[in-house]
């Protein structure tokens, strides 16, 4: 029978004797297990805030532009050429059956006045599906309803950066604005969305139905055009499926032929797709970080297997002795087992400690997010458990295997 | 039935093309309650014959039977057992663990047998007792003079109550005096709790404690008897 509690303690009193050579070679564990706290950290602060980004700008997003327009040669950025229309974003919502929700968008930028304030911002004509495509909510008032957008009315919701500089921290909701000089009533105020991926402020916005947009203030060219159609695809599983719809309806619709080698006279572009294409680099750089930094702690572990050999070595005597009284061979094993892993366990959680402080000082260094899961700290101990129990077996068999007569007579 | 036979052992060790017995036909019986002078120079194989009663090391051929064991037939585990609870080893260089108290040291062959704390604790304190250290029990063994670590060695091999005790020149690092009391206290374990205590030694002196003599020459006993009265 084996007497753990007694072992434990012989091993913390073997490792008291050589104080500095037992901190020595938790240090290498220390490092290890930091190494592997931090990197994961980083990678899942950086995962962490892509994975907001794609929530912020809404989930599951496709984008259809208009196409380009070429003048003597020269082709023109996309956008440029005005192909889409009202038409175009009621047929995607019809008869694509992968898309969720649709909402056409007529923009432009416009002077807004309030009182004595004014403020230059992006007017954003639309219909209140793209609270929906957005995943965006009102934090006050309501949005507006089909009969606002049929019959081009003078309300508008508010991004809460406008609502900041014109009405500063009094309610908007029930006054009356003027967007390059029309009067228009403020019928909502929209929840705070934060910074966009690329770093805009996603509240400097004024929604009005589009139809507003169209008519009173940007103007359209062809009667119902619109510049963006925003689409929301029903989950993530849909989502090829929906720019696939989206584009054949499109073709239909502009009559570009299959065969011919013609130009779509549209762009689709799949804005969650690119969000995730990031989210799964950021993933593979966690994993060769974390990949990385288990190289050292492997090192610690080869380094706990150096000193434990020499251990068994110096203590040759003792266990010849220990052997002689009746120690069993995993008496002896366990001894040199429990020896390792005190060193291991002990080192991780000294590196714990480190990897923790080590990714806040990062972060703030850096200024990057990180984040310490409770999962990577339970990963990194029980880590350093195993390579306790892995680099100490094969000194432990060693040690086990030798002969108590050879093992007396050794000075 | 005697506490050891040893039926015609030999012990061959095998050196480059040579084969070199260290013991040839050895055969001895031993009863309970023995007090044995194991004699003879250097290289007559007394030292294997000690190890092989200590089941340290199995004989080459031949029977080893101890308390109807036959002890050949047993794996490393089960000789460490054997020695756990049948014998108790007293070497010259007293072989305590460093850095481990004296009570600790007595402890050890009960923590290997499995017992409870309280009673490993309680039986040690006996020990230490019976070889006359009560009240050294937390000295370590570099707080203790040579006579004093050699007694924590014997209390070290009573307490598990073996009923061999085997002593491989056990005053060969003591001064006369302290020798005179060490083998003193064998002659009292050995008459007070009928162990049967064996010894190397190489001096008249010591051997004239015990009641019978074995002499080893080149492997083989040249004489067994009676110890001559001194």
């Not at chain 1, 084996?2 to 901190?23: D, G, Q, W, Y």
């Not at chain 1, 702690?297 to 203590?315: D, H």
């Not at chain 2, 047993?74 to 481990?100: C, H, M, P, Y």
């Amino acid at each position: 029978m084996i007497n753990i509690p007694s072992t434990i303690k012989i091993s913390f009193r073997a490792l008291r004797v050589n104080k500095m050579r037992s901190a020595l070679t938790m240090l290498g564990i220390i490092i290890g297990v930091g190494a592997v706290i931090t990197m994961l950290a980083v990678g899942t602060g950086a995962r962490q805030r892509i994975g907001e980004q794609i929530a912020s700008i809404g989930s599951n997003l496709i984008m259809v532009l208009p196409g380009t327009t070429t003048s003597g040669g020269v082709r023109l950025g996309a956008g440029t050429q005005q192909t889409l229309t009202m038409k175009d974003a009621e047929a995607i919502q019809k008869e694509c059956p992968a898309v969720a929700y649709v909402a056409p968008v007529h923009n432009g930028t416009a002077q807004v006045i309030y009182g004595n304030q004014n403020w230059s911002t992006a007017v954003t004509g639309t219909t209140s599906s793209m609270l929906s495509v957005r995943d965006w909510a009102i934090s006050s008032g309501r949005s507006f309803t089909e009969d606002d957008v049929r019959s081009a009315a003078k309300v508008c919701l508010l991004g809460q950066t406008v609502s900041d500089n014109l009405f500063g921290d009094s309610n908007p909701v029930g006054q009356i604005i003027r967007i390059r000089k029309v009067p228009f009533t403020v019928i909502g105020l929209l929840e705070s969305k934060g910074q966009s991926p690329m770093g805009q402020d996603q509240d400097d916005v004024i929604y009005v139905p589009i139809t507003t947009a169209q008519k009173k203030l940007f103007g359209a060219p062809i009667p119902g055009m619109v510049r963006t159609i925003m689409v929301k695809a029903n989950s993530n599983e849909d989502l090829q499926a929906a720019e696939a719809q989206v584009n054949s309806l499109l073709r239909q619709r502009h009559r570009i032929g299959l065969g011919q080698r013609q130009e779509d006279d549209f762009t689709v572009r799949n804005l969650t797709q690119m969000m995730q294409a990031q989210e799964q680099s950021t993933k593979v750089m966690t994993l060769l970080l974390g990949a990385i930094a288990s190289v050292s702690l492997l090192v610690g572990g080869i380094g706990i297997m150096n000193i434990m050999l020499v251990s068994v070595t110096e203590r040759t005597r003792e266990i010849g002795i220990r052997m002689a009284i009746g120690a069993k061979t995993w008496d002896i094993r366990l001894q040199f087992i429990i020896e390792a892993l005190i060193l291991s366990m002990i080192g991780g959680i000294a590196g714990i400690l480190i990897g923790v402080t080590g990714s806040q000082i990062v972060s703030l260094l850096a200024g990057w997010s990180t984040v310490v899961s409770p999962l990577s700290i339970l990963l990194a101990f029980g880590f350093s458990g195993f390579v306790g129990i892995f680099f100490g077996f094969y000194p432990a068999y060693k040690a086990s295997l030798l002969d108590p007569i050879e093992a007396l007579r050794y000075e | 039935m005697s506490l050891i036979e040893a039926d015609e052992i030999t012990k061959t060790y095998r050196l480059g093309e040579i084969d070199l017995n260290a013991l040839n036909n050895v055969s001895v019986a031993i009863e309970r309650g023995e007090f044995i002078a194991v004699m003879g120079p250097s290289g007559s194989g007394k030292s294997t014959f000690m190890n092989i009663l200590g089941c340290l090391d199995k004989p080459t051929s031949g029977r080893y039977i101890l308390e109807g064991t036959d002890v050949a037939n047993l794996d490393r585990d089960e000789l460490a057992a054997i020695r756990n609870k049948k014998i108790g080893f007293v070497f010259q260089g007293f072989n305590l663990l460093s850095r481990t108290s004296a009570i600790e040291n007595v402890e050890l062959p009960m923590l290997y047998d499995g017992l409870p704390a309280k009673e490993r604790r309680e039986k040690a304190m006996h020990a230490l007792g019976i070889v006359g250290l009560s009240g050294r029990e937390e000295h370590r063994p570099n707080q203790l003079s040579g006579g004093q670590q050699q007694r924590v060695a014997i209390a070290r091999a009573l307490v598990n109550n073996a009923p061999i005790i085997l002593a491989d020149e056990p005053t060969g690092n003591l001064d006369t005096r302290t020798s005179i009391e060490i083998m003193e206290l064998f002659v009292r374990l050995n008459r007070d709790s009928n162990i049967t205590v064996i010894l190397v030694t190489h001096e008249k002196d010591i051997a004239a404690f015990s009641r019978r003599q074995i002499f080893f020459r080149d492997g083989a006993i040249v004489c067994d008897g009676a110890a001559a009265v001194s």
